[in-house]
């Protein structure tokens, strides 16, 4: 996951456009740059989870002060749009996490077919996902979602234990490449409500060759079929590979955590 995300940062961070800065005054530079930034960030050029150049660099790339950009970046903070990481770092927000892991948790959590219903919307959003990732991804989507696939298939040659993390990680990278903002935002929230839950502690306990075989050849079949620009083949096979998981959990139901 982490290694596609720094594999495009570079060229995503190149979408900062320099600031015409003698045209404002400094409260007025620093609305510009968050308004850019947000922009960035409706339009999908930065995705939930990626860091922010580092502050020095940012300001060079914006042609704006630090203190301006410093402005910018805490009101940014304060709307929810980013959050501080580490020293002085900010990664992008995931817009849809808290609509999506408070109330909808709880609510997930009194009822015992919660998984089900989650796996059920998953489904839709998935195969939805993989129709306009293969209608509408560049050739650096395909890259990243090749990438991803590579990523969980030497983590299930290693037996690893970070198969379901690449494995969504996998379905990220298709999400992402729908160029379809609400889609990919409600998707990578809903990878939050899942993670740490279901795939993760079913795969590590139940670890079974055959069915990660399985998995496998139905990931490779997606990735095949995006890969072709085939949205027919890419809804199908991913409607294939949701059910066979959706299968797989239903004898084995477990409850999502408590957030
Ligand atoms: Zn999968």
Do not use: W
């Amino acid at each position: 996951m982490s290694n596609c995300a720094t594999a495009t940062n570079r060229e995503k961070f190149m979408t900062f456009q320099p600031v015409h800065s003698h045209a404002y005054t400094r409260v007025r530079l620093s609305d510009v740059v968050s308004t850019q930034i947000r922009e960035l960030i409706s339009t999908g050029s930065l995705m939930p989870g990626e860091r922010l150049p580092a502050e020095r660099d940012l300001a060079e790339q914006l042609n704006v002060s630090r203190p301006s950009l410093r402005e910018a970046l805490i009101r940014l903070e304060s709307d929810g749009f980013i959050r501080a990481v580490g020293r002085g770092g900010f990664v992008v927000s995931d817009v849809t996490a808290p609509l999506v892991s408070h109330p909808l948790a709880a609510l997930l959590e009194q009822q015992p077919n919660a998984s089900a219903d989650v796996l059920e919307l998953r489904h839709g959003l998935g195969t939805l996902s993989a129709a306009y990732a293969a209608e509408r991804a560049t050739d650096a989507d395909l890259a990243r979602i090749a990438e991803a696939f590579e990523a969980l298939e030497d983590a299930v040659a290693e037996k690893s234990t970070r198969i379901a993390e690449k494995d969504a990680a996998f379905h990220l990278a298709i999400a992402d490449a729908t160029h379809n903002i609400a889609l990919a935002h409600v998707m990578h929230g809903l990878n939050e409500l899942m993670r740490e839950s279901m795939l993760t502690s079913h795969r590590l306990i139940d670890y079974d060759d055959e069915v990660e075989a399985a998995l496998l050849a139905q990931h490779r079949a997606m990735l095949t079929a995006i890969v072709a620009h085939d949205a027919a083949r890419a809804r199908e096979a991913a409607g294939a590979h949701l059910d066979y998981v959706r299968a797989f959990y239903r004898d084995r139901p477990v409850k999502l955590p408590m957030k």
